[in-house]
């Protein structure tokens, strides 16, 4: 069985793109910009996890106390726009979670370019997140951070 | 992208393999088994569910009014056994869950063979279902099952 559709088909149910804004005084904007591919699981399917750190060759494998999960996560900008994203674009989600990708790949390009750093990108970042799928209510919102950029 | 193990994978993470075993006064044995395979997934998800129909060429696809949710399930003994299983044989479950799998194979090729009506099969299935993974309380155990089996 070839692994990388698989890993795909498990993503889309399971896997999460996101993007954190948040707040950071001694940043010259006020703000720090967090990239991060997560797969959170039971430790019944830990084998999935491990899988997926084996394949992309990076990542980290931790355990969440309060709720007995295990997380797989990357934050690493080279590894997202090196590994992960490429990934995904070559065995896209079947799902419209592919748009999340799209974006997310947006922002992980731009903050490589150290765009996060400028007033310009970091208006242009928060404002492709807004388009990204969140379950949840943000503390930061598009709006809280436009106001407060230094 | 080759979609089999891409469905696999999806499944690995949000799909069910369950037997449900109910009281059924008007049966021989007075009770009834249920297999079924399903997938639940919030509407935007709902393409891969379409996927996994179109894919199998059987199961149905319905909301789930109390928490808008759709599911794609199927109970059909024989779509079970010459479609379902036969397709998680070839493309297997990376995680424990292909325990589950296993042993869901085994309960189906009884009832195939109507094992599930006499009570010898009754009792084999019942114990055979102990051993799967469940998540919850059960209402009819083992012993409450074997205890009360006509």
Known sequence: MNIRPYISGY???????????????KNNLGWEVIASFAVAQNKDRIQVLKLMKNYF??????RNITDNTMKYEVRSIK???????PHFKKYP?????QKDVEIFSKICEKIKNQE???RKGLIKITKLRSRMS???????????ILQSIK
């Open 79 to 85: 590894i997202l726009t090196e590994k992960i994203i």
């Open 93 to 97: 989600l079947q799902s419209g979670r």
């Open 116 to 118: 996060h750093l400028t």
């Open 57 to 62: 060759g990076y990542g980290s494998l931790r």
């Open 134 to 144: 969140f379950v949840g209510n943000r503390i930061y919102t598009e709006k809280v």
């Open 11 to 25: 993503v889309d149910g399971e896997g999460c793109f996101s993007v954190s804004i948040r707040p950071r005084p």
